[in-house]
């Protein structure tokens, strides 16, 4: 078959280490990864990292280097019964052949926990040596019975030096590239393509095989244009799973920018989330969060200011709102910070639910009939807007068998600041009217 029909990311696939683009981390000299695979040395192992970052290929370059048999299946399609007449055929080919079984197991996230356990036996007795393919984080995806029995290696994007690399590589190919074509192309066209594969190796060499597709060919020469590699682009699409380790990482990125006080991290990371297709209106609930965490009774203006850019998405859509929302996150990242409420709303709950169902005081209680009044509740009730300073200096709001609690201690920042004078001064009162009760008594 003519390499005409076969697509330039399968062409291209390295067969020997040393064209391998990227991962320098695990496969420059002296690494880990590189060493097992120079040393021949196979171990059960799972690759976890983005698309395009070589998984597959280091896996068929294991195989490759230690003589082993290579079966490969897709979690998203393969069942329990797949799975038993793969370690079958590898138990005879062990038996008869002594040949070794590498069981490349793609999107092994989408197994679920029986089809994980379904390995195990057979990773432990050596009849296969398992390695998996994920773009989510192992420890939320695999359970720990398989996970403790793989060496977990973490790919990374590729950086654009490297796919620049892989680009001119493929240009000066002659037997699997583009090396037996004169092409022209311009070097801001390059890095055009660069950019929009996102560090993403099978991207890059889809988008530049559309772009050889689509220039004219005149003789074997190929002048690449601004116009073709813009069309080739079209709208794009950043590395964005919305159920997906990325996800989480790119609103815990935001979340820690606006906590931190930065507001430029801030915009760029709400920009990515807006880039990567993310729901507008998740992100305004995140924020709403964010003002009451971070900044609490610092700032109370945070949480308003919040809630209405929440609003402003709600009523108006894009782009309009997404604007309101990147305002509230600036001023969040500048505003005062406080996680003093947010501390003590988890220490009361944690009372709450340890603690039992304390009675109500009697004196707290309502007294709406008859009954209820003879029965004594809400007699002693003290009304604080009739107490001096409206405060009802001594009084308890807490469970008899609890005591008074601690809860909430402002910080010294924004508002908070006056709020703990004031809340100083209501103790200083609340010792006063105690040393009085003492004394009369």
């Given at each position: 078959m003519s390499n005409n029909f076969i697509p330039l990311a399968a062409r291209m696939r390295p067969i020997i280490l040393d064209d391998f683009v990227g991962q320098h981390h695990l496969l420059d000299p002296g690494k880990p990864l590189r060493l097992a695979i120079e040393t021949s040395i196979l171990h059960s192992m799972v690759f976890w990292g983005p698309p395009g970052t070589g998984k597959t290929t280091l896996a068929q370059l294991l195989a490759k280097a230690t003589h082993a048999h290579f079966e490969t299946i897709s979690a998203v399609l393969a069942g329990v019964k797949d799975i038993r007449e793969i370690i079958e055929r590898a138990k005879l080919r062990r038996e008869i052949q002594k040949q070794a079984t590498i069981l490349f197991v793609d999107e092994v996230h989408r197994f679920n926990k029986a089809q994980q356990d379904a390995f195990l036996p057979y990773v432990e007795d050596g009849t296969i040596t398992f390695i998996g393919a994920t773009t989510e984080n192992p420890s939320f995806e695999l359970?720990?019975?398989l996970l403790s029995r793989l060496r977990v290696y973490v790919l990374k994007s590729l950086e654009p030096a490297d796919l620049k690399n892989l680009l001119n590589k493929v240009l000066d190919n002659k037997e699997n590239g583009y090396g037996n074509l004169a092409i022209t192309f311009d070097e801001s066209l390059k890095q055009m393509l660069i950019v929009a594969a996102d560090g993403d190796a099978r991207?890059?060499?889809?988008?530049?095989?559309?772009?050889?597709?689509f220039t004219e060919n005149n003789a074997g020469h190929l002048i690449v244009n601004q116009d073709i590699i813009k069309e080739v682009i079209g709208l794009g699409a950043r590395r964005f799973d919305k159920q997906g380790e990325a996800f989480y990482d790119l609103i815990s990125a935001l979340h820690k920018s606006v906590r931190g006080s930065d507001p430029n991290a801030a915009l760029y990371w709400f920009a990515r989330m807006i880039d990567g297709g993310c729901d507008p209106l998740y992100i305004a609930r995140r924020v709403v969060r964010m003002a009451s965490e971070d900044i609490g009774n610092a700032d109370p203006r945070a949480l308003t200011l919040a809630l209405n850019a929440w609003d402003v998405q709600e009523r108006l859509g894009s782009p309009e709102g997404e604007l309101a929302i990147a305002q509230a996150i600036v001023f969040m990242a500048c505003a005062a910070k406080s996680n003093a409420v947010y501390l003590a709303y988890k220490k009361a709950l944690s009372d709450a639910k340890e603690q039992g169902s304390l009675e109500v005081p009697i004196y707290l209680?309502?007294?709406?009939?008859k009954l209820m009044k003879d029965l004594g509740y809400s007699k002693g009730y003290r009304y604080a807007h009739d107490e001096p300073e409206a405060?009802?200096?001594?009084?308890?709001?807490?469970?008899e068998k609890l005591g008074k609690r601690a809860y909430y201690e402002p910080v010294p920042r924004g508002l908070e600041i006056q709020i703990a004078e004031k809340l100083k001064h209501f103790k200083e009162l609340d010792k006063q009217a105690l040393a009085k009760d003492k004394k009369e008594a």
């Open positions: 359970n720990n019975a991207s890059l060499l889809n988008l530049l095989e559309r772009t050889i597709d209680r309502n007294a709406p009939t405060y009802a200096a001594g009084e308890s709001y807490f469970p």
